[in-house]
């Protein structure tokens, strides 16, 4: 039975099994909840990215798609990278969000992961609007079978927090 609990603060200094990265295809590190990670993780994160560059995915990770790094100095013991869909309002990209948190537990099961923690994927630089990316990856997680007991969503903003108590309320 997952347990689903919302957190306004910051997902570097959550103390779960794994916290999910709102990553890039290049894997290479960004600004945001990536940068933060990368930065309070350490050289250790961006060494395994590479090295999943140079193998599985050498074109990159697809959008939509997950994967497992150490953390490094993080309190967590994996950082599992996923990416968003940049927001479109002229196309549907709502199942590659979906996806994204699909994949994630998926990894985690892997992983053997039981807690996990997530940030708004897609709700920073690639333009998601809050409520709709609340709306998606509550009602996504909730729906996907796996051994994880508690799911973690970390917001960033009061506005984040707001739309994840709203979206958890409608369900
Ligand atoms: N803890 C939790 N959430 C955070 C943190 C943090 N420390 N910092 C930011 N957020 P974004 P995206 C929130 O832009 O939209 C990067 O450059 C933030 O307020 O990090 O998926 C990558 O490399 C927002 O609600 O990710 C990619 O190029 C949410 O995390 C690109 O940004 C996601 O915002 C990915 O864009």
């Known amino acids: 039975m997952m347990d689903i609990t919302l957190v306004w603060g910051d997902i570097t200094e959550q103390q779960v099994d794994a916290i999910v ?53 993080l309190p967590a013991r994996w950082v599992i990278h996923t990416v968003g869909p940049v927001y479109s309002a002229a196309e549907d990209r709502s199942d590659l969000l979906a996806s994204c948190y699909r994949e994630s537990l998926r990894v985690a099961d892997e992983l053997g992961a039981r ?20 709306r998606i990856a509550v009602g996504t997680v909730l729906s996907t079978p796996s051994q994880v007991v508690e799911a973690r969503f970390v917001l960033f903003t009061e506005d984040a927090y707001r739309a994840f108590q709203s979206a958890l309320a409608a369900v």
Do not use: Q
């Open 21 to 73: 990265n709102a990553a890039n295809s290049s894997l290479m590190g960004g600004g945001g909840v990536d940068g933060a990670i990368h930065r309070r993780g350490g050289p250790a994160i961006l060494d395994e990215c590479r090295k999943l560059r140079a193998s599985r995915f050498g074109g990159g990770l697809p959008t939509g798609y997950a994967v497992a790094t150490t953390a490094g100095e």
């Open 115 to 134: 807690t996990v923690a997530f940030p708004a994927v897609s709700a920073g630089v690639y333009g998601w609007p809050i409520h709709d990316a609340a």
